[in-house]
Structures are given as structure tokens and as C-alpha cells.
């Protein structure tokens, strides 16, 4: 809503600086000034507010400056025309530069999660055990998805539990754990953006590394909707692939440690 506060404000300058020029300028030199307006809102608020904005201009520069003015009446049959004119072109300006507006986040946003993955693998080398290291994938998944995200492993029980020494970010219902247990047993992902449990949450992706299945990746986004579109899909796998082979060489550290430490 502070958006269309926005536009609302943007409109209300714009008619104020319009009544400004009308003396030294003509009523088409305004109608221009209304659809910078709306350029600029669609550059800064996206397509929703620049569609109000559009249809707010022609509002405002009918009642204020079309003749006879403070009325929405029109002498001129003539200035219906412009009124057609002005939002076609308002709302194709919206259109292009919401468009635009759009490329430019998504762009910065497969920047951030590029960023976040080549930091992760750095600080992943470093993680000695499976706690620290699923606290890790916690922090960077949050930061590079806007989710919450933990490492699920198979414990003695049977049940997909995070590793131990690791922070729980969320808890599972027992419908999640069965959908963890079911993308864990068949490989296979599970959850918002694919074709198996769409009605879940939660996103589950499969762990797997060199030797087989390791665990699930668990993912609780703040917008589900955004992980429906394949380039997020294919970050997040990255990020998922990374996280295995992380697990499976702690995992061959911890095995050569106790084997030393049996032999010694």
C-alpha cells in the first residue's frame, strides 16, 4: 500500500507543477509532463502502481487542465482522442518499464545468489562436522533465497532429523516428515514448483553425493511462488549439490578419524 501512497503523491506533484507551466506552456506540454509521471512510477514501484498512475493522470488532467476545467465534462470531443492516446501510452510506458524494472532485480538476484554460493563453498571446506556445517548451508541459504533452510539426515531411528550439534530452524509436521522421507527414498524432489506434493510448504531436495543418497535439503520459503520459476530452481539445486558434496566429505573425515583412531 505505501507504493500507491506514492503514486498518489507523485500524481498530486505532477498536477501542481502542471498548473505551474499551463501560463508559458500548452495543455499537450502537460499531458507529456503526466506521462513522465507515470514512466517514473513504473520504474520505481513496478507494474501494479504504474497501471493506477496511468488511469490517475488521465483523471487529473482532464479535471484540471481540459476545458472547461474543474469538471470532468469535455467541450472538445477532440480531447477524447488524447485521453485514448494518453493511456495507451501511459500503460506502454508502465509495461516496458516494469519490464525492465523486473530484468534488472532478477538479474541482481541471480548476482547475490552466485555470490552466496562461491562464499558458502569457502567457509564449507572449512566445516570439520555435520553441525557446523548444516548452520552454514542455514545462514547461506537464507541469505541468497529468503528461506529458511536446514540439512535433513537419515538418524538411527529412521527419521529425517538435522545432524546433531546443528540448530533446528524449523520444525517438521508429521505430513513434512513424510514428504522429507518420501524425496529421501526416491531421489526425487518434492514440494512448491514441482510436480510431486505441490500443496506442501516446505521444498525438499534430495542430498546426493558420489556414494548415494546423503539426505534432504529442506527449504521453507517466504514466497513459495518464487521457487516455481526454473532459474531460482536451478540456483537452489546448486546450492543443494553443494551442500552434499560438503556432507559426504565430512562424513569421510569423520570415518578416516575413528578408523585412525581404532588403529592407534
Not at 498548473?19 to 501494479?48: C, E, H, K, Q
Not at 531411528?157 to 540448530?167: C, D, E, H, N, R
Not at 510436480?195 to 553425493?209: S, T
Not at 521457487?227 to 549439490?241: K, S
Request: net charge negative; aromatic share 8%; with cysteine.
Amino acid at each position: 500500500m505505501k507504493a500507491y501512497g506514492w503514486v498518489v503523491l507523485i500524481m498530486v506533484a505532477c498536477t501542481a507543477l502542471g498548473t505551474l507551466i499551463l501560463p508559458l506552456l500548452s495543455v499537450t506540454d502537460v499531458a507529456m509532463l503526466f506521462l513522465l509521471a507515470v514512466g517514473l512510477v513504473a520504474s520505481r514501484f513496478g507494474r501494479g502502481p504504474s497501471v493506477v498512475a496511468a488511469f490517475l493522470s488521465i483523471a487529473l488532467f482532464d479535471f484540471f487542465f481540459v476545458p472547461p476545467r474543474f469538471t470532468f465534462a469535455v467541450a472538445d470531443l477532440h480531447y477524447v482522442l488524447t485521453f485514448g492516446v494518453m493511456l495507451v501510452t501511459a500503460l506502454a510506458i508502465s509495461a516496458v518499464a516494469s519490464r525492465l524494472r523486473e530484468h534488472a532485480e532478477a538479474a541482481l538476484a541471480r548476482e547475490r545468489r552466485t555470490a552466496t554460493l562461491y562464499a558458502m563453498s569457502h567457509e564449507l571446506l572449512a566445516a570439520t562436522d555435520l553441525g557446523s556445517l548444516a548452520d552454514i548451508v542455514a545462514r547461506h541459504g537464507h541469505e541468497a533465497f529468503a528461506a529458511q533452510v536446514q540439512i535433513l539426515l537419515r538418524d538411527p531411528a529412521g527419521q529425517m532429523t538435522p545432524p546433531a550439534g546443528a540448530t533446528a530452524t524449523f520444525a517438521l509436521d508429521e505430513h513434512a516428515q513424510a514428504t522429507a522421507q518420501w524425496s529421501f527414498d526416491l531421489w526425487q524432489a518434492a514440494g512448491p514448483g514441482t510436480g510431486n506434493f505441490p500443496e506442501v510448504p516446505l521444498l525438499f531436495l534430495p542430498l546426493v553425493g558420489a556414494g548415494g543418497r546423503l539426505g534432504v535439503l529442506a527449504v521453507r520459503p517466504d514466497d513459495p511462488a518464487a521457487f516455481r520459476e526454473p532459474v531460482v530452481r536451478q540456483v537452489l539445486e546448486t546450492f543443494a549439490g553443494q551442500a552434499a558434496v560438503a556432507v559426504e566429505r565430512v562424513r569421510a573425515m569423520s570415518a578416516e578419524a575413528a578408523e585412525s583412531s581404532t588403529a592407534g
